[in-house]
């Protein structure tokens, strides 16, 4: 069968998307609404169950030489005493913190860079017994065997397929930043403190550099303070562990990003006949597991193998979508839930939280983290 797709979106999933297929064989070009791909992004983390995907694809020792391995999270208070510590041994790959944009640049690298095409924006597909047509805000038109949106949160091709639904708030904000290296930082511990209402979380990405992250219960779309962001956080934390205020002030204001907390409740379907989703366009998930990029190079990978496996475009993404849904579904789930305990603000209930946190890390941990970072695609 004619398997030329459309790759809608250049994020981490459709760049991970083009690189499954590109390995695979499979055709696709690739359309991003950016003119060029930008330095941008903040830190983040790739977790055993998305290092073994890149393993596959070949770009996973490139990855280690810009990123720092991860050995243990810990769980803190704010004045620094140990709620839980856990290790992150016995994977066959290993957990690893980087920035957004290296993680880009290595899933683009072994692209032919005729099948990626920049400043082209979708507006609409049509669909008929041919396949679908892809168009553009520019007047582009393109025609394929199949669509794949990997368009983000407010994904184009998601809307068309199924409505106008907002994202769900779930009722933080999120700051992000990063820091050059700070005198108590321990050389791959990933760390989360847990206040009332707050949360502040560090994430050593190798070279020098240090990614945080803070949070706070709050009213969506809440504007900065007149002061400023960067004194706003700081204000927020000041009072906290070393090194939480002096990594706030070694943050340049200018690049502190800012965004609220959201998803989206699981969708009963993904597409229809020759268009499907991926990544945040069919999954978006809030921060608290760090699996937002993890799943969608999860779906890169099933999306592929059901590509190579199927009769039919239509019957691959069926069975790729009834593969991925309880997966995600179970990640989204468990990510809200995180993030809702950790966001407490009453002085008891947080109390008891940091209490039988300390208790069922301490014996579930390793049940637990195995759901979701032993998975194999």
């Not at 050593?204 to 962001?229: F, K, Q």
């Not at 340049?252 to 409740?265: L, V």
């Not at 109390?351 to 194999?376: I, K, Q, W």
Request: glycine content about 12%.
């Amino acid at each position: 069968m004619d398997r030329n797709l459309i790759i809608a979106g250049g994020g981490i999933g459709g760049m991970a998307a083009a690189l499954a297929l590109y390995r695979a064989g499979l055709g696709f070009s690739l359309y991003e609404r950016a003119p060029a791909f930008a330095e941008v992004g903040a830190g983040m983390s790739l977790w055993p169950n998305a290092t073994r995907v890149l393993k596959t694809l070949g770009v996973l020792d490139q990855l280690m030489a810009v990123s720092e391995p991860v050995s243990q999270f810990n769980l803190l208070r704010p004045d620094g005493r140990m709620i839980s510590a856990i290790g992150m041994g016995g994977y066959a790959t290993p957990a690893l913190c980087l920035h957004r944009a290296d993680l880009h640049r290595c899933l683009r690298g072994p692209l032919p860079a005729d099948c990626i095409v920049g400043g082209q924006r979708l507006i609409s597909f049509a669909q008929d017994a041919d396949g679908v047509t892809a168009k553009f805000a520019s007047g582009l038109e393109v025609a394929a065997a199949g669509l794949i949106g990997a368009d983000g949160i407010n994904s184009i091709v998601r809307t068309q397929l199924l409505g106008t639904v907002s994202p769900a708030y779930r009722g933080y904000c999120i700051w992000r930043g990063i820091a050059s290296d700070s005198e108590g930082i321990v050389r791959g511990h990933i760390s989360e403190t847990w206040g009332a209402g707050q949360r502040f979380g560090i994430l050593p990405m190798g070279g020098g550099r240090i990614c945080w992250y803070a949070t706070r219960n709050c009213p969506p779309s809440r504007p900065d303070a007149p002061e400023g962001r960067k004194h706003e956080v700081l204000q927020l934390f000041k009072d906290w562990h070393r090194p939480i205020p002096a990594l706030i002030e070694a943050t340049d204001e200018s690049m502190i990003m800012k965004n609220d907390a959201q998803d989206r409740q699981p969708l009963g379907r993904w597409g229809r006949g020759c268009v499907t989703l991926l990544g945040d366009a069919a999954h978006p998930i809030t921060p608290n597991v760090g699996q937002g990029a993890c799943m969608a190079i999860e779906d890169a990978a099933c999306l592929t193998k059901s590509l190579l496996a199927a009769p039919g475009i239509a019957a691959a993404f069926y069975s790729y979508e009834a593969k991925r849904k309880r997966r995600t579904a179970y990640v989204g789930r468990q990510s809200r839930r995180i993030g809702a305990i950790g966001q407490w603000e009453n002085r008891w209930m947080v109390s008891g939280r940091n209490f039988v946190t300390r208790l069922v890390l301490s014996h579930t941990a390793e049940m637990g983290l195995n759901a979701v970072y032993a998975y194999e695609v």
